[in-house]
């Protein structure tokens, strides 16, 4: 079945490091979602991308950046993480005809 | 930008009872009005969504009613079972568009056998 996929699905990290977040996805979607979501807070968008070509920010961007390197792939990074970016992080998936947006599995990430 | 308020932050329900959770939102060029239901460990997933050009949709125990006029919309959820334990997250599409929304803080909803 078409899916979204996230890598890795569990990090800790320390203060300061880089880190990458994966996100593949076999449906053929055109748009590209990054979302954290913290306790009562529910899901807030860092960044999101239309086609291959484009990046927009959300509005929780600063301290993170991505890259759409492809249809299928769409990458968050944190360049020096800080504690207050642990979250469970999700990428998602729509198409241009529908609004339904598809989840991936989560990366939780801890910050020490 | 849009702004999503979603009450209560928690239910708990008997199982058989109705649940009834809230949203209200801010631009009144939204029009597409989505509900995610997240279980335990998941990921989110798209249970039911509304246009503004209808007051109610349903499917099966579920339903959702839109007031544009006062700017909120609502799930029912009837005959609650266990499984129908769960997060549910409404959401809104921001500039009046449909492929970005913002999503409310989320109900965590507990049917008790």
């Known amino acids: 079945d078409a899916d979204v996929t996230q890598t890795p699905r569990n990090r800790i990290t320390k203060t300061g490091k880089r880190i990458m977040l994966e996100c593949s996805q076999t449906k053929g979607h055109d748009r590209m979602y990054w979302y954290r979501q913290d306790p009562g807070l529910g899901l807030r968008l860092i960044y999101y991308s239309f086609d291959v070509k484009d990046i927009n920010k959300g509005e929780i961007s600063d301290g993170y950046s991505v890259s759409r390197q492809a249809q299928a792939k769409f990458s968050l990074s944190l360049e020096s993480a800080i504690p207050n970016q642990t979250a469970l992080y999700f990428c998602?998936?729509?198409?241009?005809?529908?609004?339904?947006?598809?989840f991936g599995p989560g990366t939780r990430l801890t910050v020490l | 930008g849009e702004n999503v308020e979603q009450h209560p932050s928690t239910l708990s329900v008997q199982e058989g009872d109705s649940a009834v959770i809230k949203c209200t939102y801010s631009d009144s060029a939204s029009n597409y009005f989505p509900w995610y239901k997240q279980e335990l460990g998941k990921r989110p997933q798209l249970i039911i969504d509304?246009?503004?050009?209808?007051g109610e949709k349903k499917d099966q125990r579920i339903a959702v009613t839109l007031n544009k006029t006062a700017k909120h919309f609502s799930l029912h959820i009837t005959e609650t079972q266990p499984e129908d334990s769960a997060v549910y997250f409404c959401?809104?599409?921001?500039?009046?568009?449909?492929?970005?929304?913002?999503f409310g803080t989320g109900t965590k909803l507990q049917v008790i056998p």
């Open positions: 959401a809104a599409p921001v500039s009046g568009g449909y492929q970005k929304v913002t």
């Open positions: 509304i246009r503004s050009n209808v």
């Open positions: 998602a998936t729509s198409e241009i005809s529908s609004n339904e947006q598809f």
